[in-house]
């Protein structure tokens, strides 16, 4: 499987800065996904990331608040910005491998104060 | 809209106690059902893949089976280090996107 790398693995922001969360990937691979888990509750899909093209996000999730960068095969980005403390997440990479089975990084651990 | 739904929400077991874990999901046209083991700190560890009705999966001491409605992961004479949160997820209809559900919180104890 896909060996995923995250940086950075937490931070703490103050509210109404940008964070960019990078992940990194040790193969090619056609589809990056970006997942919040806030806190108790389980993973929500934010956007899709295929190299070459624009993102695509879910319902309840915007370009301007969310940016996402796929600049090749094996990286991404993810920017939060303008945070507040309801943004206080686990941010999470995932790409996908045969037979959709969907492998994920380490995660972020974002707390904005 | 796709739904998936765990329980119970926080199970403790004795070490050599088995038990089951449900997953109940509701979707339109299911392509696979993943289960995935979750540690602190760090993120969703990739189980098993189920895309039929009638298939398992054994891993160790853990054993998937799918049906129509429902998915269970059997979990046989655990012990300490099992204990994690376990994820069911599904992937339905044209998309890639994975729909979670909230977990099982899974304490074995000595």
Known sequence: ?113 | EDQVTQSPEALRLQEGESSSLNCSYTVSGLRGLFWYRQDPGKGPEFLFTLYSAGEEKEKERLKATLTKKESFLHITAPKPEDSATYLCAVQAGGGNKLTFGTGTQLKVEL
Do not use: H
């Open chain 1, 1 to 113: 499987s896909a060996v995923i790398s995250q940086k950075p693995s937490r931070d703490i922001c103050q509210r109404g800065t940008s964070l960019t969360i990078q992940c990194q990937v040790d193969s090619q691979v056609t589809m990056m996904f970006w997942y919040r888990q806030q806190p108790g509750q389980s993973l929500t899909l934010i956007a899709t990331a295929n190299q070459g093209s624009e993102a695509t996000y879910e319902s309840g999730f915007v370009i301007d608040k969310f940016p996402i960068s796929r600049p090749n095969l094996t990286f991404s980005t993810l920017t939060v910005s303008n945070m507040s403390p309801e943004d206080s997440s686990i941010y999470l990479c995932s790409v996908e491998e045969a037979r959709s089975e969907a492998f994920f990084g380490q995660g972020t651990r974002l707390t904005v104060v």
